[in-house]
C-alpha cells in the first residue's frame, strides 16, 4: 500500500501563487492532483507519469499550474500561479501503481487507489 504524505495549501488572494507537494512511500506509476469543490465532483487537475514526466492538464488549469517531479525524493510538486476563486477546493494528491498517466484518467479517480488526506486551498477576490 502507497502511502501519500502532501504539504503546502493555504489561502491566498486571486492572481497569487501557491505549490502543493505530495511524497509518496513506494514507486508509483502515475502521480498527480484532483481537487473537490463544497457540493461539487472530484476533478483531475493534473497529472504526471513518474517514469516518463508525461504531464496531462485539465484544461481550466492549463497555462497556469506546473505540475513537476523528483523522482529521487519520490515526490510531485504542483505549482498554482494566476490562482482564482474558482480554483477554492480541497485538493488530494493520487497515485496509481501499475498504470501510466493519460488524459482519460483526470476523469478517473476511482482508479487510483492511493490518495493524500487532502489539503485546502482557498482563494479570495
Known sequence: QVQL????????QAGGSLRLSCTASKTTTCMGWF???????????ALISTGSGITVYADSVKGRFTISQDNA????????????????????CAA??????????LARSSDFAAWGQGTQVTVSS
Open 35 to 45: 481537487r473537490q469543490a463544497p457540493g461539487k465532483e472530484r476533478e483531475g487537475v
Open 5 to 12: 504524505v502532501e504539504s503546502g495549501g493555504g489561502s491566498v
Open 96 to 105: 496509481h501503481t501499475y498504470r501510466g498517466c493519460a488524459t482519460w484518467l
Open 73 to 92: 525524493e519520490k515526490t510531485v510538486y504542483l505549482q498554482m500561479n494566476s490562482l482564482a476563486p474558482e480554483d477554492t477546493a480541497m485538493y488530494y
